[in-house]
């Protein structure tokens, strides 16, 4: 089992491609080298506890500026995040408004 921090921040701004996004996310929540590097994979690897170590409570900035960058990797982020929590009801996202 992979270590699960209570809390987390992430920052996504300046992340210009799903690629970066996903390169990003692996690192930063700690999946599996074996990571597909795609929203369903993404979703597979948040949703286990072996898989990454994802917190309780993420809180995400940049989500405007990614949006701007690359709107359909951030729309689909954002959604799995929603669901995420929307599934797993001891557990938080956080998005933050850019100043």
Not at 16 to 40: Q, V
Not at 93 to 98: L, N
């Amino acid at each position: 089992m992979t270590t699960r921090p209570p809390k987390q921040t992430i920052d996504v701004s300046g992340i210009y491609d799903d690629e970066t996004l996903h390169e990003y996310l692996s690192k930063t929540l700690g999946f599996p080298g074996y990571y597909g590097f795609n929203w369903d994979a993404f979703w597979d690897c948040i949703r286990d506890d072996d898989q990454s170590s994802m917190p309780h409570v993420l809180k995400v900035r940049g989500l405007d500026e990614l949006r701007r960058l690359t709107p359909e990797s951030a729309n689909k982020f954002e959604a799995c995040l929603k669901d995420y929590v929307s599934e797993l009801k001891d557990r938080s996202v956080i998005f933050e408004a850019t100043t």
